[in-house]
């Protein structure tokens, strides 16, 4: 994709709710989730949970995750759709340079629409 987007920030709650339901893409260091927002804009978050480490450390993931998405969305990113970056265990150490080639496999898979299987709703985990 050649064109060029203004990507903005999720900001919502019931945004990141709503790309949970969507295409999910699984890397090592991240979790990528894409879906079509209905607005006709790029728009990006990110999450880190408590189980990745302290705030030093999840502020370190998340600075590497904006700077990749700003990086990559504005050329690779799936025009009208959100995309929610989850930070996984071993993503923080994980080379930037690798980081980038996965985020790049990540979309481009998205943009083919081939996701991950759904997981299994919570209750059934074994």
């Known amino acids: 994709m050649s064109e060029s987007f203004k990507v903005s920030v999720l900001t919502k709650r019931a945004d990141f709710l709503l790309a949970n339901r969507g295409l999910r893409i699984a890397r090592p260091g991240f979790v990528l989730l894409a ?3 209905g607005l ?18 999840r502020n370190r993931m998340k600075r590497r995750f904006r700077a990749l998405l700003r990086e990559a969305l504005p050329t690779a990113g799936l025009a009208g759709h959100d995309h ?4 996984r265990e071993g993503g923080v150490e994980r080379d930037f340079g690798k980081l980038r080639e996965e985020l790049a496999m990540a979309l481009a898979r998205a943009a083919e629409g081939k996701g991950d299987p759904p997981r299994k709703p919570r209750g059934e985990r074994r």
Request: glycine share 16%; net charge positive.
């Open 84 to 87: 929610v970056l989850i930070g």
């Open 35 to 37: 879906r079509p927002n």
């Open 40 to 57: 006709g804009q790029v728009r990006y978050g990110i999450t880190v949970t408590k189980k990745i480490g302290a705030a030093v450390v």
